[in-house]
């Protein structure tokens, strides 16, 4: 049985100041599961993802991955958890100095888990896996369109093979047609790898296209975790607001809760 979380929030607090953004926020998100965490602009999503990733600490709360706090083990310990999780940041977050082919190779080459010869192969690997052409690889982040961006940027999150994608606006800033080309690869990938996913998005249709479940961030907790048929079945304003709404109507803001 393959029963043990790959992510579990427990009561997860969260300051900045005198700002309380989560109130004893618990999440589980179970192997191969597509979550989506959606509430109003300053709930505290992007934070949320964050806590997961290691890059900032809750002030109360636990937060397990692959079954293990976050922050437990030998340093070793923690490097071998770290390397089974992929994350696509905002933007992509590429390094402007570094090509294409460096810049997905970064992973490996800090880690040095392979030699030269090694990463020219994985990159070359990884560059198909996202439908970029071979030729690619020598581009520098500025020559790219913003779609090349994500996809390198996805490229890169791949590269260690993790088990675990964690994708923060994946198509915020692509115009329809690449975005909808852009969550058609994600969703292929994630089948094809059994990937699980937690993402951020405002955007409806990505939400839809990918998402197994939608987690709600309102008043500071996660008020509901469920497929996309529950949660439009919920009575909550956030719901309304943001799927009930004609396309061009959505604000996007209502309901955060921590304001
Ligand atoms: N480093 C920080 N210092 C101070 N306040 C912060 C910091 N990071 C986030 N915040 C505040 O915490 C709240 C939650 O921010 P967060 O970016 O997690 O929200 P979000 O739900 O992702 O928002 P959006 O949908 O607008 O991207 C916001 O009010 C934000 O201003």
């Not at 030729?135 to 020559?143: C, F, K, N, R, W």
């Not at 993790?162 to 606006?169: A, I, Q, V």
């Amino acid at each position: 049985m393959n029963a043990k979380p790959v992510i579990e929030l427990r009561g997860i607090v969260t300051r900045f100041g005198t700002k309380l953004v989560h109130e004893g926020v618990d999440l589980t998100v179970m192997r191969g599961e597509v979550v989506a965490l959606v509430g109003g602009s300053g709930s505290g999503k992007t934070t949320l993802l964050r806590h997961i990733i290691g890059l900032t600490r809750p002030a109360a709360g636990e937060v397990s991955v692959f079954g293990a706090p976050l922050f437990s083990g030998s340093v070793k310990e923690q490097r071998t958890r770290r390397r089974r999780f992929g994350v696509l940041f905002q933007h992509g977050a590429l390094f402007s100095a570094l090509n294409v082919a460096e810049n997905v190779g970064f992973p490996l080459r800090e880690l040095r888990l392979a030699t030269h010869a090694e990463i020219a192969n994985l990159v070359a690997l990884k560059l198909a896996m996202v439908e970029l052409e071979p030729s690619t690889a020598l581009l520098m982040p500025a020559e790219l369109s913003g779609g090349m961006v994500k996809r390198v940027a996805l490229a890169r999150a791949l590269a260690l093979e993790p088990e675990l994608l964690l994708l923060d606006e994946p198509t915020a800033g692509l115009d329809p047609d690449r975005s909808l080309a852009f969550v058609e690869l994600v969703r292929s990938l994630q089948r094809q790898l059994g990937l699980t996913v937690v993402l951020v998005s405002h955007d409806v249709d990505t939400l839809v296209a990918l998402a197994t479940k939608i987690a709600i961030l309102s008043d500071r907790r996660i008020v509901s975790c469920a497929s996309l048929e529950e949660t439009m079945e919920l009575d909550h304003p956030f719901v309304e607001s943001f799927f009930r709404k004609p396309l061009g109507l959505r604000p996007l803001a209502r309901s955060g809760g921590a304001h």
